[in-house]
């Protein structure tokens, strides 16, 4: 499964932005996706998580009631709206492909990054 991510860009805090990411396989609706995200000098982290379904979602402590985590099957992308955005937020932003969980190494496919860059 190949992972692209876009949606990425430069917004002030407070404001939102909508990533998404599409997969190049009809098979992406067996998969859990992810998000996770990396900040300069930091290791990866979990953004949040969404079963094949899209009937369970899981959230880092530090995004919960400001991102919400989608996807639409039918389209083969997975969507993470991020709303109330602060600069701390700043990362680069992976969608990735597995079972639906916290851990990264739990994730088979992972896209190719998108930079979120918010401005205080």
């Known amino acids: 499964v190949q992972l692209q991510a876009f949606g990425g860009g430069l917004v002030q805090a407070g404001g939102s932005l909508r990533l998404s990411c599409a997969a190049s396989?009809?098979?992406?609706?067996?998969?859990?996706m992810g998000w996770f995200r990396q900040a300069p000098g930091k290791e990866r982290e979990f953004v949040a998580a969404?079963?094949?379904?899209?009937?369970?979602?899981y959230y880092a402590d530090s995004v919960n009631g400001r991102f919400t985590i989608s996807r639409d099957n039918a389209r083969n992308t997975v969507y993470l709206q991020m709303n109330s955005l602060k600069p701390e937020d700043t990362a680069v932003y992976y969608c990735?492909?597995?079972?639906?969980?916290?851990?990264?190494?739990?994730?088979?496919?992972w896209g190719q990054g998108t930079q979120v860059t918010v401005s205080s």
């Open positions: 990735a492909a597995g079972e639906a969980s916290y851990y990264s190494g739990s994730y088979y496919y």
């Open positions: 396989r009809r098979t992406f609706s067996s998969y859990g």
């Open positions: 969404i079963s094949w379904s899209g009937g369970s979602t």
